[in-house]
């Protein structure tokens, strides 16, 4: 998956201090910083967002009319709005929805263990809840932001299209996984036969990065919204956000696999012991997608995200779900 992201850190002081001035903002304001934007309070309803540079442009209109096209009235968690994006100097000013509350991650951080007990199967019910987000057009590719038709629905199914990016990505890599990943070729191959089941379901909506720092909670067991849709978001099988969520509740801390393995039962409770063997070959797919996602100039095997891919790739007890011999 081509995925470039912004940076956040690109921005000037003094562009800064110019787009603020221009919704009669200081830096004061602030309310968080992710990968890609500042977010300050412009008022009680609205946040500002700024990004670097003007090149996402596009996807932020992609993005505004996605979200003009959401209805979350059936579910418990709300969903942004964009209501404007505007060029200010070399920098994209958009005014979206404000939510109300602090975004999980803050919360998780201060979280008793009792506490953390009923925050993950309420996070999880979450991003299960998204597939009853309901859209207002009938999506033609795969990936929301997709210029170059990549992702095209015509060309298959959901499950054939993660293959192809996941043996396209394997590829790009395949010196590097080879020597890290025990027995890859014969996981890739698993992992190849599992995507052919065409899927058959609706097109859900797939946030892509739902992590603790993407929710807004006023407690936290009662989360309020989800935000940061975009870069990773599709349409397909809503047990891939479920995956992806079990891995990026706590990706680098000491206890991740232990935790991760406590969120695939909570999740498989949820979804049915069939969906085990879904949330094992996403999670695995997504470690092969992301691979060299944040990869610098060094070389992969010194990267850190690398090394998460590459430790998940070697759980051979998931494999062994799988059916890889
Ligand atoms: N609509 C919003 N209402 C309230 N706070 C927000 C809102 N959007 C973002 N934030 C705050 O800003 C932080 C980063 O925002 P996010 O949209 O995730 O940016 P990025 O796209 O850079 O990841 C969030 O973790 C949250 O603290
Ligand atoms: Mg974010």
Redesign the pocket.
Known sequence: MAIERAN?AGIGEDERKLALNHYDLNSRSL?????????Y?LSEDL?L?LYAGTNRLGKLEILKKFYDGLDDSALSVRV?RIYSIEPVENLLCVT????????L?SLIAKASDQQLNAIRPEYLRGVSELANLSVSYNPRTFLLFDEVGKSDIQTGDFHHFIRRMVLDKAESNKDTLSSTVKHFSRKLATLESLLDEPYVGNLFVIHGDYFP??I?ARDPDRLE?V??F?SFTMFGNPLYDVATACSFFDMYGPRRDVIRDELIETAVSLHGEPSRKWLLAFMSSYALLSCDLYAGNEPLIENGHYAWARDLLNRDDYWKILGCK
């Open positions: 956040a309310l968080g910083k992710g990968t890609e934007a500042e977010v309070a946040v967002k942004p979206e929805r404000r939510f109300h509350g602090m975004p991650e720092g993407n807004i919204a935000i940061d975009g």
